[in-house]
């Protein structure tokens, strides 16, 4: 009975000490680069913060996965030069903020962690009890075939207004594929959000050195809409979509409110399809300088929506949902509303309900269309015969232009 206790605190500590986790990024070290689908040997960066500020100690996991996630047949040995697991020792206070917090980074490959091989992975970063605090994922791939990709708006009558088609094909002149619907597996990803994929698809054409996916149908994604945006880059100024700012313990942040209406038509909006990158004009360290607000998020409706629940939806925190980033239903001043501590910066999201069935719609309440500029993302993995792992042979990246 006291083991059994003992986990259940154990438990319940990881998952508040999950919550004071903000603002956690993996990416390439080139500016404005969102993607951790990256060529193997290329230098990843995970970064977070703790809002305990209390320099706790961290260790990071990496393991390797196949085509659909789950766990690889190779030994940590065969895809590791050096360790797979280790203590984060790059951390940081923040100075000069309202809301104190403890910066991490970690680089990866680094002098203790070098991948060798490609394909999926798992980084976990654990507490001190080797409890999960969070994961991301990542690949590596190799460039061993081209993949050129088209994306065209539906060709199906009934989706013709709110769908898009992804079309590719793998050319692969210095690979040898001897069956490839067994060897080569396919994932389409949308928008860098692991939720929205499109996966299990064979070739429909066969030709020397390529592979053909030319579907009409099974390869469509909704549209969906330019994402909204936001930016907190000066705490006590007005910037873009901020309407009203006050400051408390910290400062808070009123987003210009979002009127829902099931009939609006598309608008061009430039988005960073779901992104955000932190930034503050108050500081010259984006990293310990930029300070956190709360940010007052908000959706004019006459009801609320039937046996839904709706979030505030985005990559700053991997397009998930749950109880920090959910909004409850004002019938006195007929508004959605949610507050979420955020980091100072430009910031993208949308709206997203959760029904009795369980599926996350990112449509229903900011419409899908299918001229919303999108970016798709194809995966090649292959494993031939014989082989212990999936490899990422190459990877393709397409997006909507609506000339087509």
């Known amino acids: 009975m006291r083991q059994k206790t003992t986990w259940i605190l154990l438990f319940v500590f990881a998952s508040f000490n999950a919550q004071q986790i903000k603002t956690i990024q993996l990416r390439p070290l080139r500016e404005n680069n969102f993607t951790a689908i990256v060529p193997l040997g290329t230098v990843l960066k995970l970064s977070f913060d703790d809002l305990d500020a209390d320099s706790k100690q961290y260790k990071y996991k990496i393991e390797h996965k196949t085509h659909d996630w789950k766990p690889s047949r190779l030994f940590a040995s065969q895809f590791v030069n050096g360790f797979d697991q280790n203590t984060i020792i790059d951390v940081t206070n923040s100075f000069n903020t309202l809301q104190s917090y403890s910066h991490y980074e970690l680089k990866i490959p680094n002098i203790n962690t070098v991948i060798t091989k490609s394909g999926n992975y798992l980084l976990s970063v654990l507490d001190r009890y080797d409890a999960i605090v969070f994961t991301r994922k990542f690949i590596l791939y190799e460039n061993a075939t081209t993949v050129p990709v088209s994306v065209i ?33 396919v994932t389409i990803l949308k928008n860098n959000n692991w939720n929205e994929v499109i996966s299990d698809l ?28 936001f930016d907190s880059k000066i705490l006590r100024n007005k910037s873009i979509n901020i309407i009203k700012i006050t400051k408390e313990e910290v400062y808070n942040h ?4 979002f009127t829902f209406n099931a009939f609006k038509p598309y608008t061009y909006n430039p ?45 700053f925190n991997a397009f998930s949902v749950g109880r920090e980033n959910q909004m409850y239903y004002d019938s006195k001043n007929q ?13 993208n999201y949308t709206f997203a309900t959760l029904g009795a069935d369980n599926v996350v719609n990112t449509n229903e309440i900011n419409g899908s269309f299918f ?12 494993k031939p015969s014989g082989s212990l792992y999936d490899q990422v042979i190459g990877v393709g990246l ?7």
């Not at 009123?254 to 409110?257: E, F, H």
């Not at 503050?280 to 984006?286: A, C, F, H, I, K």
């Not at 919303?372 to 993995?381: D, F, L, R």
């Not at 397409?398 to 087509?404: A, C, H, I, L």
């Open 271 to 315: 988005d960073i399809n779901g992104q955000f990158a932190v930034r503050t004009l108050e500081g010259r360290d984006n990293n310990t300088e930029a300070d956190y607000a709360l940010m007052h998020f908000s959706i004019a409706v006459d009801s609320a929506f039937s046996e839904k629940e709706v979030f505030v939806y985005g990559a």
């Open 254 to 257: 009123y987003i210009y409110p």
């Open 398 to 404: 397409g997006y909507f232009n609506q000339n087509r």
């Open 153 to 185: 708006r539906s060709r199906n009558i009934k989706t013709v207004d709110t769908q898009q088609t992804i079309q590719f094909s793998v050319n692969h002149p210095g690979v040898r594929i001897n069956n490839p619907k067994q060897e080569i597996h």
């Open 371 to 382: 001229e919303t500029e999108n970016e798709y993302t194809v995966i090649v993995y292959f």
């Open 335 to 347: 508004k959605y509303t949610a507050s979420l501590l955020l980091k100072q910066g430009f910031y």
């Open 202 to 229: 064979q070739p429909t054409f066969f030709k020397q050195n390529q592979l053909l996916y030319t579907y009409t149908n099974k390869t469509n994604f909704w549209g969906g809409n330019e994402y909204l945006n």
